[in-house]
């Protein structure tokens, strides 16, 4: 026996869509980002450059354009350049919300009447 269900559908204003979007992303980043400090305990909470680009997937170029632009602040320790995780928690949701805005902007949209 097979059982059919009907689908639903919900009509959500966007600026609702948009934050529970964002409030996902920031939870599953943020635990993604910290379990990564986690099993790297020698430096709790700053991350290389190097471990910056792998984690948020892009080259040290476009990391030097970010702190270029004072969008995340480096330290340097022994000629290493360091990045606090709250900055890159911070610097990935403005990412994310950059490419959200565009995806959504894209979006047909429709009038109810």
């Given at each position: 026996?097979?059982?059919?269900?009907?689908?639903?559908?919900?009509?959500?204003?966007?600026?609702?869509?948009?934050?529970?979007?964002?409030?996902?992303?920031?939870?599953?980043?943020?635990?993604?980002?910290?379990?990564?400090?986690?099993?790297?305990?020698?430096?709790?909470?700053?991350?290389?450059?190097?471990?910056?680009?792998?984690?948020?997937?892009?080259?040290?170029?476009?990391?030097?354009?970010c702190r270029k632009k004072r969008m995340i602040r480096a330290r340097a320790v022994n000629g290493q350049m360091f990045y606090d995780a709250y900055e890159l928690i911070a610097l990935t949701e403005h990412f994310y919300r950059r490419k959200l805005r565009k995806t959504l902007s894209r979006i047909p949209q429709f009038e109810v009447r």
């Open positions: 026996m097979s059982e059919t269900t009907e689908r639903s559908y919900y009509l959500v204003e966007s600026m609702y869509f948009e934050k529970l979007l964002r409030t996902h992303f920031m939870l599953t980043q943020s635990t993604l980002l910290f379990e990564h400090l986690l099993s790297h305990s020698d430096r709790p909470m700053f991350l290389s450059a190097r471990k910056v680009c792998e984690v948020l997937g892009m080259d040290c170029h476009q990391l030097e354009q």
